[in-house]
Structures are given as structure tokens and as C-alpha cells.
């Protein structure tokens, strides 16, 4: 069996002028045994999706559309807080182009200045009890122009507008190798190695939020995350705790 260091260095790359999603792609190269260490760019997505089977709106040639397949041994419960290292990993990346003030939301949004500009798919295959292979998708919004934005539900802002033209081949590169070291330290510790830094750009820490779980609403104040991403709300009965899954974050 490769080790997690070997397998991203020498796994597949593909890079697609138009596909439905990365993500597919993705369990595509899984189902034929190329998974573990594959990485897929795209330059237009006919199926770009977010959580719940929601529109990832992905306009051709000025965008990121990226996935990546990492496996764990760990089972699925120790991978609660793997979204939160991952938008971790985006903002490491993205400050390095003159973005000051990025902000996360729990679990699985960056923002700035409370407009979405990229979304994390996690999507997991395998054994949830052993071996699992988790596909990662990345969509960054470097430049909307051309896309159908009023088909977005919500804020959304792209680096065009936040720092002007940006050189997408140095971001990709910088996107990948801090994906790279947000995986092998998540290997090493799990979320808790990085919940401190996560915790510095946490963008609803303190505010009254609801959230929702299937369709009932629970309103608190974001007290911030345990240890494994958990976000904890004070809320009038008490602390209580979520995670990811079907929940979802609003402001009150
Ligand atoms: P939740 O908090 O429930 O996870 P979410 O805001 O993270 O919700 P998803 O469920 O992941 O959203 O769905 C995608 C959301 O992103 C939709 O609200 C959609 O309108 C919006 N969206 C779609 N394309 C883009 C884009 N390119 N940039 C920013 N936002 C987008
Ligand atoms: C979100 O809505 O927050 C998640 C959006 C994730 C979009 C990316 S783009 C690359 C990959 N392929 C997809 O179909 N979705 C993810």
C-alpha cells in the first residue's frame, strides 16, 4: 500500500475542458482504481453541485473546479471536522494572493466580508467503519464573469473583485501543495491541530445564528467548535453541539 506522501506525488492528474462534475470524475477514477492521490481540474462543469444536490454554478475558463481523492484508515467518525481543515487549506492558499480577512463558515464555506467565494463537497466511498476514500471538491470563484449569477441563492464575491486579476496557474499550484499539507496534518492530528487557526477566521463566532436541522430551527449564539469541528451554540436550554451533515448555519 503507497503512503499518503507517495500517493499524492504520484497520482493521476486530468484536466478537463468541460465534464458534468470534478466530483464525478473523481469516483469515476476511484471505480477504476486510479483513486487514491487523483486530482482533476476542470475549465466549465455541466453539474457543478454543493451540498443536498444544490447548483454549483460554474461558468467556463476563469474559475477553479477542483477535486482530489484521500483515503483514510481512520473509519468516517474521525473525519468530522475534514471540511473545516479543507476551507482552511483554500484560505492558507487564497491569502497568498493579497486577500486579507477571509472568513469561515461551519462547515464548509469561505467567505469575505460574508459573500460566499468557494464551496467544499466532501464526498465519501468505502468502509465507514476502515478504509475510506474521501473525494474532495474545491469550486473558487477567481472570476464570475459569464456565469448565470442570478441563479445564486446567496452573497457570492470571486478574487476579481476583491484584488483584481489573479495568475491561476500560481493559484492552483498554491491550492494543491496547501491541500497537500492540510491532508498529511489532518493524518498526523485530526481537526485539532488546526482548530486554532480555523478559530481566527471563524466568521460567525459570537453572532446569533439558527441552525437548521432537517425542519426544525435552533437559535444560540456560536460559542465556536470542539475539538473534532463540532460547532457549539449557547442556546436558552444550554450548550449544545452539531455536526456537519444535513445541519445548516443561518444568521438569526
Ligand atoms: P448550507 O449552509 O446549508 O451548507 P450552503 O450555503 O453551504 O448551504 P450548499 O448547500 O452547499 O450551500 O449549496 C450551494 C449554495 O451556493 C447555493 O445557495 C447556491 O445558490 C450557491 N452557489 C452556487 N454557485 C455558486 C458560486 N459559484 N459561488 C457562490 N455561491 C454559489
Ligand atoms: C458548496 O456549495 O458550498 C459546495 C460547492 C462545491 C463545488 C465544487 S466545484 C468542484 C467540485 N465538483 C462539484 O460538482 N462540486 C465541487
Redesign the pocket.
Known amino acids: 500500500h503507497l503512503n499518503p506522501e507517495a500517493a499524492l506525488a504520484l497520482g493521476q492528474f486530468d484536466i478537463f475542458p468541460l465534464i458534468d462534475s470534478t466530483n464525478n470524475a473523481a469516483a469515476n477514477a476511484i471505480r477504476d482504481g486510479r483513486g487514491w492521490g487523483y486530482s482533476c481540474l476542470a475549465e466549465q462543469q455541466t453539474s ?5 444536490g ?5 461558468p467556463f475558463g476563469r ?1 477553479v473546479y477542483l477535486s482530489q481523492v484521500w483515503e483514510f484508515q481512520s473509519g468516517a467518525s474521525a473525519l468530522e471536522g475534514l471540511s473545516l481543515s479543507v476551507g482552511l487549506a483554500i484560505v492558507r492558499a487564497v491569502s497568498k494572493f493579497g486577500v486579507i480577512g477571509l472568513g469561515l ?1 461551519w ?3 469561505v467567505l469575505y466580508e460574508n459573500k ?4 467544499i ?1 466532501l464526498e465519501m466511498q468505502g468502509d465507514p467503519a476502515g478504509v475510506c476514500q474521501v473525494i474532495v471538491g474545491v ?1 473558487l ?1 477567481v472570476d ?1 464573469n459569464g ?1 448565470d449569477t442570478d ?4 452573497p ?3 478574487l476579481a473583485q476583491i484584488v483584481g486579476a489573479v495568475d491561476r496557474n500560481k493559484l492552483v499550484a498554491e491550492l494543491m501543495s496547501s491541500l497537500h499539507l492540510v491532508y498529511k496534518e489532518f493524518l498526523a492530528g485530526g481537526f485539532a491541530v488546526h482548530r486554532d487557526e480555523w478559530s481566527r477566521h471563524d466568521a460567525f463566532a459570537g453572532r446569533d445564528v439558527k441552525v ?1 436541522l432537517g425542519d426544525t430551527y435552533i437559535e444560540g449564539v456560536v460559542s465556536g467548535l470542539d475539538r473534532s469541528g463540532g460547532l457549539v451554540l449557547m442556546t436558552a436550554g444550554g450548550e449544545r453541539v452539531f455536526n456537519g451533515g444535513e ?4 444568521s438569526a
Open positions: 457543478g453541485r454543493g451540498r443536498r444544490r447548483e454549483w454554478q460554474s474559475n463558515k462547515p464548509n464555506d460566499k467565494l468557494a464551496g463537497l469550486g470563484n464570475m456565469a441563479a445564486i441563492s446567496q457570492w464575491t470571486d437548521q445541519v445548516s448555519l443561518r
